[in-house]
């Protein structure tokens, strides 16, 4: 089980108290995490150079979830015209510490089931690791979807802290939480991540929680609220 943020730059910047003061901000945020969700890939490339840099000021055990650039899921549109191998640098260059690709759907893009079997069958002929799946549209709540999905071995994204009834993945389990009421901003109660330790308890395969509510503080204080939780 990993808990992280989605990026570093601004909470180390921002709650320095929380992270060792020497280092560069990763270095810094990998003293208090060893998990960390990187957003900058979707809106750009990345230079490999930069990439190797992310690498190297980070412990042998830390880990990155990259998510896919929005050529693909949002200009492509899953189409056979989305460069996956540009996209996909940084899964190459990371290698061992790339403990999933996140494939962020835009709200439009409602489940074609021929699109997304052909686009599956390419990114697992590129890339055998954790994919975790957020898909925004109510298309993708049809049980064909799910079936898709399982069979290619793919990790469907929760958003909000699981009931106790909430189904748990063959492949794993990939929560993202951006606060609620106030989106990026709001916090979790206590009783909210007690909740989501014993969901994430019963999981099968690898768990990895990422807090997007880092507009404020609140981000930093659930995640490591949630790491003293499931570690004691």
Request: aromatic content about 10%.
């Amino acid at each position: 089980m990993r808990i992280g943020l989605a990026g570093w730059s601004e909470a180390v910047s921002r709650y320095r108290r929380h992270f060792p003061s020497e280092g560069t901000g990763l270095a810094r945020y990998a003293g208090t995490f060893d998990f960390v969700e990187v957003n900058v890939t979707f809106y750009r490339a990345v230079r490999e150079a930069t990439l190797v840099g992310w690498s190297e000021q980070t412990p042998p055990d830390f880990r990155f979830s990259i998510k896919i650039n929005r050529a693909v899921t949002h200009a492509a549109r899953l189409s056979p015209n989305a460069r996956l191998d540009d996209a996909l640098l940084p899964v190459r260059t990371l290698g061992d510490k790339v403990a999933a690709l996140l494939v962020q759907l835009p709200p439009t893009l409602d489940f074609d089931a021929e699109r997304a079997e052909a686009f599956l069958v390419r990114l697992r002929n590129a890339y055998a690791g954790m994919v975790a799946w957020e898909p925004r549209h109510p298309g993708w709540d049809d049980a064909r979807a799910t079936d898709l999905l399982a069979a290619h071995g793919v990790t469907r994204v929760l958003t909000e802290i699981p009931g106790p009834d909430t189904p748990h993945s063959s492949t794993g389990c990939y929560v993202r939480l951006h606060g609620t009421p106030r989106r990026y901003r709001s916090s979790y109660s206590d009783a909210d991540l007690s909740a989501l330790a014993t969901w994430l308890a019963e999981c099968s395969g690898p768990a990895y929680v990422v807090f997007d509510n880092t507009a404020g503080p609140a981000g930093v204080a659930n995640a490591m609220t949630l790491q003293s939780v499931v570690s004691g």
